[in-house]
């Protein structure tokens, strides 16, 4: 549970402050200080003294992102002091974005992301996946013209996140190459409107908090076990693929609306090079979806006698299929309530 102890909700308390504080900040000193807040405050969230894993994910984390928040310091106090620099683009906005990229975990300052996630549980993958990456998307949203810099990291990060996770067994690494790729989509939205990375956002969170309160539930962290823990459910097994197909943005689920909105805007934008690689590299990330998908629906193994954990609960059932109806029909449903109005 994330919430045990009166010291994990006092931590959980000030992490929403941070990044609340840092969004409403109308100065860059206050944005780096609720940074600082909310990194500080997920912390003592990730670690785990019964886990040595967790450890070493929270002691990378919290490198990473000192250095991220003294580059961003450092820019923030340059561009206040009007110091003039001997370059012709704007060096500031350029260090500032970077900062908020490593903060992320986009491409090609990915480095710490997936390693980070391998030794976290559940619970603090989601929030370094949905939580986290607020902030800094905000953040950069008020510096980062669509240029040269920002094409470059959309196809970094939209390669690296289809091909990063074609070889992975774990279950946490392929979720953090995933969201790395849809960061690129949403570096993408954000260059064309707020409206659109807000709407790409929050449908993301709400994929990835059903996939992963499966995976949670199932106590389930690497690809093999997809086989053998989920047989005494097929209802289970059925949400959490066509989940996983709606996270990928197979057409039908409600995952391609986002996707379907940005190429529309990209479409009209004239922006048809970075467009054609984002939907090219984004098939990649659908295959090892399927790839999953179609292991464990086509090879059914034996029921192990160490494997009767039963999922029959009637509250959990109702929530699935909650769940699914809302992965399964909220494009159609969107598409007729856009051509109503």
Do not use: D
């Not at 909310?38 to 967790?54: C, D, G, V």
């Not at 928040?69 to 009007?82: E, G, P, R, T």
């Not at 998307?137 to 990063?164: A, E, H, K, R």
């Amino acid at each position: 549970m994330l919430l045990p102890t009166p010291s994990k909700f006092l931590f959980f308390t000030t992490l929403v402050l941070g990044a609340l504080i840092a969004l409403s900040s109308n100065s860059w000193l206050g944005a780096w200080m609720g940074l600082e807040i909310n990194l500080l405050s997920f912390i003592p969230l990730m670690t785990n003294s019964k886990n040595t894993f967790s450890t070493e994910a929270s002691l990378k984390y919290f490198l990473v992102q000192a250095l991220a928040s003294a580059i961003l310091l450092f820019s923030v106090i340059l561009l206040y002091l009007n110091m003039p620099l001997p370059i012709s683009f704007n060096l500031h906005s350029m260090l500032i974005s970077s900062t908020l990229l490593l903060k992320m975990g986009a491409a090609p300052f990915h480095f710490w992301f997936p390693g980070t996630m391998e030794g976290l549980n559940w619970v603090n993958c989601l929030l370094l996946m949905t939580w986290q990456k607020i902030t800094p998307l905000m953040l950069l949203s008020y510096t980062l013209p669509l240029n040269i810099f920002l094409t470059l990291v959309i196809i970094s990060s939209i390669i690296i996140g289809s091909l990063g996770g074609l070889n992975q067994s774990s279950l946490r690494k392929l979720m953090a190459y995933s969201s790395i790729n849809h960061i690129g989509w949403m570096l993408a939205a954000l260059s064309s409107s707020n409206s659109i990375w807000l709407f790409y956002f929050m449908t993301y969170s709400f994929l990835s908090i059903s996939v992963i309160s499966i995976f949670m539930m199932s106590s389930t962290y690497h690809t093999n076990q997809l086989n053998l823990t989920l047989t005494n459910n097929n209802l289970l097994k059925f949400c959490l693929f066509f989940l996983l197909l709606s996270l990928g943005g197979l057409p039908p689920f409600l995952g391609f609306l986002p996707k379907w909105l940005v190429i529309q805007t990209m479409v009209e934008s004239n922006q048809l090079f970075l467009l054609t690689t984002m939907v090219i590299t984004t098939l990649l990330t659908l295959f090892f979806y399927l790839r999953l998908s179609f292991t464990s629906f086509l090879f059914l193994p034996y029921n192990t006698k160490w494997n009767n954990k039963s999922y029959s609960n009637n509250h959990l059932t109702l929530m699935l299929l909650v769940l699914f109806c809302l992965s399964t029909l909220g494009l159609p449903v969107s598409s007729l309530i856009m051509t109503c109005f």
